[in-house]
Nanobody, 122 residues
C-alpha cells in the first residue's frame, strides 16, 4: 500500500520561508518521479515542481524561489520555499509517478498525499 505523508506546512509572513517534507512508503521510491502540486480555494490543482534524478522542473511562478530535492535513502522529497508571497497560499500535495518523464499534469500522477496547508500573510 503506497502512502505519501506531507508535513511542514504552516502560517508564515510574506517574504518568509517554509520547508515541506513528504515521506513515502510502499513503493520503489528511487524509480518514481516525485512532485509537488498545490490547490488554492476555488482554483484547480496546479503543478509546482518535479524531480527524478536531476534537473528538476518548476512552474514559472515559483522558479528561483522554490527548490525541490529528494533523499532516496530516506524515501523522502522536500520543497524549500523562500520569498513566499500571499499568492502561494494553498494546500500543497506530494505526488508520485512511475515515469521517465517529468510530467506537469495532475492526471499523470499515480499516488497522492493528503496535503499540508501553507498560508502566507501579507
Amino acid at each position: 500500500q503506497v502512502q505519501l505523508v506531507e508535513s511542514g506546512g504552516g502560517l508564515v509572513q510574506a517574504g518568509g520561508s517554509l520547508r515541506l517534507s513528504c515521506a513515502a512508503s510502499g513503493l520503489a521510491f528511487s524509480t518514481y518521479v516525485m512532485a509537488w502540486f498545490r490547490q488554492a480555494p476555488g482554483k484547480e490543482r496546479e503543478f509546482v515542481a518535479a524531480i527524478r534524478w536531476s534537473a528538476p522542473v518548476y512552474a514559472a511562478s515559483v522558479k528561483d524561489r522554490f527548490t525541490i530535492s529528494r533523499d532516496n535513502g530516506k524515501n523522502a522529497v522536500f520543497l524549500e520555499m523562500n520569498s513566499l508571497k500571499p499568492e502561494d497560499t494553498a494546500l500543497y500535495y506530494c505526488a508520485a509517478e512511475l515515469s521517465t518523464l517529468l510530467n506537469t499534469r495532475v492526471a499523470s500522477y499515480d499516488y497522492w498525499g493528503q496535503g499540508t496547508q501553507v498560508t502566507v500573510s501579507s
